[in-house]
């Protein structure tokens, strides 16, 4: 059935509740509607009676305590956050090739899973990871302090903390300059929180705070052992009877949820300790909580939790239905609180807890996956009420405006007066229009290595865009009217997984998606550029490419009309450069659809143990000019962790292919010019072992292989290469640090491209990762480099003969910066593919 709508505007002035609810429905992968079992019920009646909050601080995702937060949010039901100053964009990843920018959504989603377990919340900082840092120094410089200070500042005063606790100390123990500066940032908005002269500007929105104290959360990692006896200790091993798990258990749970990084973990039992040292404030004797009152006395009203205690002593698990009065008598008076921060708190749970022991089930549906901007929307919201026959309703839609202001579209009550029927499901629909491209809010514009830029304060430290457009649904129960918010989701049954959740996805009408990454030349001779279009609603317009120095491209724009949704064709542009000059250029697609101008492809990012990811990048790729020759044509990849370096040797005329088992084993090797492995090849890959001396006499016949880096831990073989060598944790993680050729003269560094010290300048994010030590003298070192302050490290490239062939190990990054289109990368990596003739 249809509902009339009548709209309204209201201020967005509930800012606690709302990044509540971003944190309950930020992401979509299960059920919209919270458990209403048994067990969560009385966890949180339990949680509601306890009025304190605890925030843990770190720079990337894994670098949290799953054990202590499954712990404080769990077992002492204090509302408890983890801040990770980045989203772990320049890590590496072992399931798939994503990097950078789409690795730091894939994490964002790991770690919203893992708080789904543990119970706490997720917060982020403007701050990019733009890979190792080795001290604080370089880290605080790369990321704008200030900025993300602010950031931290914005997250205390929002959250507001009566313990702060970080991950890392000040003083570096924690090796990263990442781990290092989190410490240093949360030290220093332990104050600034507090003081109305730090960052005024967000005052317009929270007010601020005074953390009770800082601790640093000791630990013993390794040979680092920085916990005493005589520190403030905690067991966080106990066993909770309700969940049916300890800590321990939990935390594995909420751990093996970093799977880009391969931490699934085992799940730990019995008692387990966690050492504190007090930073700054009061340090606590007995409790975390010491000297700060988490009942509802803080509030000056004791009576709220008598009175919770009561409900819960009465309630009978048989008929949870029958708390229900008692509690909505409990919401009237809650509601009376004076502290607007945990009166929006608690009014939140208490709400969905009256839900839960009502029975009431409700969710909004989306008839597709994904809509193009300005298609109308046809919402199907469906209500079972299993309390009594004397529940109404009310629905409503809910979308921000310019990121301030909630807009509200709200119904008349459905069917007038009339009440839900009982125990049967009931839909209603209404449409709307598709108002917002989805794209994740810190990926909306273009930004430097250090932070990315978000478009309002009230988004800072959110994991996700706000969960909106969402409907509103507003019961009356028991004679009082309670909102409820669920965001609209796309459902869909899978013959294999079953019922399956996916986010609302809100498209450019016609995106573009460009076939290559990179475009490399190295003569005038012209190119085709194949792009793909596709139309998410009627589309007609047309598309072009801006000019670009140096470069002739043609035609100058391809109309197209008539595009219905759904539709998918491509087009062809013809790019040749206007010169011999090396030059590397941006070639970007603009598609004029219906009267306005497009610049977006179209990225899907599919993973089973997170939601489904959509985002919309720059149409855009590299037009690279450069001086390469090539030798040999054939090459056999043997596939690592996951990179796109077989697709860049694609793009300078090689012909890559993926080896299986069988043929390394069993084929006729010596019809590749060069074998590479891809990176962590030796880390993820255990049949490497038993193919090991297959390849080794690949190369004693006149083959030549090579390794892209490996991790020196969970090394498959020590039998790399044909002499002794061992990776380490050893790496240069300035991009511009000076490369010394030691061996000017070796075949790598002259044929077929005559490398110098240009073909080292635009690198990104580091030189390379891994470096090798104990080299046999057999291998040639042909490069050093160094960071600034240490020794010239010759580790990052060997290359040894073998028989009649010749074997090469690399830890420079060669797996960033192919797909980044440096040209110098290019040169060098093509040299090591080739091996001169005798």
């Known amino acids: 059935m249809h509902v009339y709508l009548s709209i309204y505007l209201c201020l967005m002035k509930r800012i606690h509740l709302t990044a509540l609810f971003l944190f309950i429905c930020g992401t979509v992968f299960s059920q919209t509607a919270p458990p209403a079992d048994l067990v969560t019920i009385e966890q949180n009646f339990k949680k509601l009676d306890v009025l304190g909050s605890v925030l843990y601080v770190a720079a990337h995702p894994d670098d949290e305590n799953t054990r202590l937060l499954a712990y404080l949010a769990q077992e002492k039901h204090y509302r408890t956050g983890y801040l990770s100053l980045t989203r772990g964009d320049g890590g590496q990843n072992l399931i798939g090739n994503e990097q950078s920018e789409l690795l730091g959504l894939i994490r964002t989603q790991e770690l919203l899973a893992a708080r789904r377990v543990d119970g706490a919340e997720q917060f982020f900082t403007r701050a990019n990871d733009f890979g190792f840092s080795k001290g604080p120094e370089e880290t605080l410089r790369i990321?704008?302090?200030?900025?993300?200070?602010?950031?931290?500042?914005?997250?205390?005063?929002?959250?507001?903390p009566d313990v702060i606790i970080c991950r890392f100390p000040t003083t570096g123990e924690g090796g990263h300059g990442h781990h290092t500066a989190s410490a240093i940032l949360a030290q220093e908005a332990f104050a600034?929180?507090?003081?109305?002269?730090?960052?005024?500007?967000?005052?317009?929105?929270?007010?601020?705070?005074?953390?009770?104290?800082?601790?640093?959360?000791t630990f013993n990692f390794g040979s680092t052992n920085t916990t005493a006896p005589d520190q403030f200790k905690i067991?966080?091993?106990?066993?909770?009877?309700?969940?049916?798990?300890g800590y321990g258990e939990m935390a594995a749970e909420s751990r093996s949820n970093h799977k880009t990084q391969g931490f699934g973990s085992a799940k730990q039992r019995g008692d387990s300790y966690e050492y504190f040292k007090t930073i700054l404030g009061d340090a606590p004797k007995d409790d975390l909580m010491d000297g700060v009152n988490t009942t509802w006395g803080q509030v000056g009203n004791q009576a709220l939790g008598d009175d919770i205690a009561v409900i819960n002593k009465n309630f009978d698990p048989e008929h949870p239905d029958k708390s229900v009065p008692a509690l909505v008598s409990l919401?009237?008076?809650m509601e009376k609180v004076p502290d607007a921060y945990w009166r929006d708190l608690k009014t939140k749970e208490l709400s969905d807890l009256i839900a839960a022991c009502a029975g009431l089930w409700f969710e909004s549906y989306a008839e597709q996956p994904i809509y193009g901007l300005g298609e109308s929307i046809v919402i199907n919201s469906q209500v079972v009420n299993r309390y009594n026959g004397k529940v109404s309703l009310q629905l409503g839609v809910a979308t921000f405006e310019n990121f301030d202001t909630l807009r509200i579209v709200k119904t008349t009550p459905i069917d007038g007066n009339s009440f839900l029927e009982k125990n049967k499901i009931q839909s209603f629909n209404m449409e709307i229009k598709a108002s917002e491209i989805t794209q994740p809010y810190w990926l909306k514009s273009a930004h430097n290595i250090g932070i990315y830029n978000i478009p309002a304060q009230i988004l800072v430290g959110d994991p996700t865009n706000p969960p909106y457009p969402a409907m509103v649904f507003s019961f009356t129960i028991e004679g009082k009217t309670i909102d409820f918010e669920r965001p609209i989701i796309y459902k869909h049954t899978d013959p294999a997984r079953g019922e399956l959740y996916e986010p609302l996805v809100i498209a450019p009408p016609v995106t573009a998606n460009i076939e290559a990454k990179d475009y490399i030349f190295n003569s005038k001779q012209a190119q085709n550029v194949q792009i793909k279009l596709s139309s998410f609603t009627k589309a007609g317009g047309s598309i072009s490419i801006k000019p670009v120095d140096g470069w002739k491209i043609s035609p100058d724009k391809i109309d197209f009309a008539d595009k219905n949704k759904g539709d998918e064709w491509t087009v062809n542009f013809t790019v040749e450069p206007t010169d011999s000059k090396p030059k590397v250029s941006v070639f970007e697609a603009v598609v004029t659809a219906n009267g306005k101008p497009y610049s977006m492809g179209i990225q899907h990012i599919n993973y089973n143990h997170i939601p489904n990811i959509t985002l919309f990048p720059p149409s855009e790729t590299k037009l690279i000019n450069l001086d390469l020759k090539t030798s040999g044509k054939k090459i056999g990849y043997i596939a690592g962790a996951g990179d796109f370096v077989p697709d860049a040797l694609r793009q300078v005329g090689y012909d890559v292919h993926q080896l299986t088992e069988n043929e390394i084993m069993n084929g006729d090797l010596s019809v590749y010019d060069a074998i590479v492995t891809g990176v962590r090849a030796y880390n993820v890959n255990a049949r490497l072992a038993f193919e090991q001396p297959r390849l080794l006499e690949y190369i004693k016949n006149g083959g030549n292989l090579v390794v892209q880096y490996n991790n020196n831990n969970g090394l498959v073989t020590s039998n790399i290469g044909p002499y002794p060598f061992r990776p380490v944790n050893q790496r240069v993680t300035d991009e511009t640090a000076k490369?010394?050729?030691?061996?000017?003269?070796?075949p790598v560094l002259n044929y077929p491209n005559k490398i110098n010290d240009a073909d080292f300048d635009n690198w990104i994010q580091e030189r390379g990762l891994y470096f090798v030590s104990d080299i046999d003298p057999k291998y040639q070192t042909p490069l050093e480099m160094n960071d600034p302050g240490e020794s010239p490290n010759k580790g990052s490239l060997i290359v040894g003969d073998y028989g009649k062939g010749r074997f090469?190990?690399?830890?420079?990054?060669?797996?960033?910066?192919?797909?980044?289109?440096?040209?110098?990368?290019?040169?060098?990596?093509?040299?090591l593919l080739s091996k001169p003739k005798n």
Do not use: C, H, M
């Not at 990321?143 to 507001?160: A, M, N, P, T």
């Not at 090469?808 to 040299?831: C, I, K, M, Q, W």
């Open 235 to 245: 067991n966080v091993g106990v066993y909770n009877p309700i969940i049916g798990k």
């Open 331 to 333: 919401l009237g008076r």
């Open 808 to 831: 090469v190990y690399t830890s420079l990054d060669f797996f960033r910066e192919l797909p980044a289109g440096v040209p110098g990368a290019y040169r060098l990596f093509v040299n």
């Open 192 to 217: 600034a929180a507090a003081d109305p002269k730090r960052f005024p500007e967000q005052l317009k929105y929270v007010k601020v705070w005074q953390a009770k104290r800082l601790l640093w959360n």
């Open 143 to 160: 990321w704008d302090k200030e900025k993300v200070l602010s950031d931290v500042v914005w997250v205390i005063r929002k959250f507001r």
């Open 739 to 746: 490369v010394t050729f030691v061996d000017p003269q070796s």
